[in-house]
């Protein structure tokens, strides 16, 4: 039976799994499908073109959805992190603050790890996700 906490800790996961799904889509991917003042700049500045960038603003939006599908779930937070990298790697190289990919990295880890405790049994051992639980 499932006790009051891991029906808040599951509530929190699924809350947090649709805040990181409703930037990548509403905040990140909508920046990629519509025009506005700058945009090719800002994209050349990134080394990246407008054709490319539409084609990650489709892989951000297939990533949401997997976020909130229970079963791909954990294989959409593995591409997440793997796209992640490369916005990490892409705001390294061109010299801007790479913080914020790494936090909504770890807030979806957290949300899954929320939502299946068994995420963070695996990736910290058992005590981690029982604690998750009380």
């Given at each position: 039976?499932?006790?009051?906490g891991?029906?808040?800790?599951?509530?929190?996961?699924?809350?947090?799994s649709?805040?990181?799904?409703?930037?990548?889509?509403?905040?990140?991917?909508?920046?990629?499908?519509?025009?506005?003042?700058?945009?090719?700049?800002?994209?050349?500045?990134?080394?990246?073109?407008?054709?490319?960038?539409?084609?990650?603003?489709?892989?951000?939006?297939?990533?949401?959805?997997?976020?909130?599908?229970?079963?791909?779930?954990?294989?959409?937070?593995?591409?997440?992190?793997?796209?992640?990298?490369?916005?990490?790697?892409?705001?390294?190289r061109?010299?801007?603050?790479?913080?914020?990919?790494?936090?909504?990295?770890?807030?979806?880890?957290?949300?899954?790890?929320?939502?299946?405790?068994?995420?963070?049994?695996?990736?910290?051992?058992?005590?981690?996700?029982?604690?998750?639980?009380?």
């Amino acid at each position: 039976m499932k006790t009051s906490g891991t029906k808040k800790s599951r509530t929190a996961g699924w809350v947090l799994s649709v805040l990181v799904s409703l930037f990548l889509v509403g905040a990140s991917a909508s920046g990629k499908f519509t025009q506005w003042e700058g945009k090719d700049e800002m994209f050349a500045k990134l080394g990246w073109s407008e054709d490319v960038m539409f084609m990650i603003g489709i892989v951000e939006v297939a990533i949401a959805i997997l976020i909130l599908i229970p079963r791909t779930a954990f294989v959409g937070s593995i591409l997440l992190a793997a796209y992640l990298g490369g916005a990490v790697a892409t705001h390294v190289r061109v010299g801007e603050p790479y913080f914020f990919p790494i936090i909504i990295g770890v807030l979806a880890w957290v949300a899954l790890g929320l939502r299946q405790p068994d995420v963070f049994r695996l990736a910290l051992g058992r005590g981690a996700a029982d604690a998750v639980q009380s």
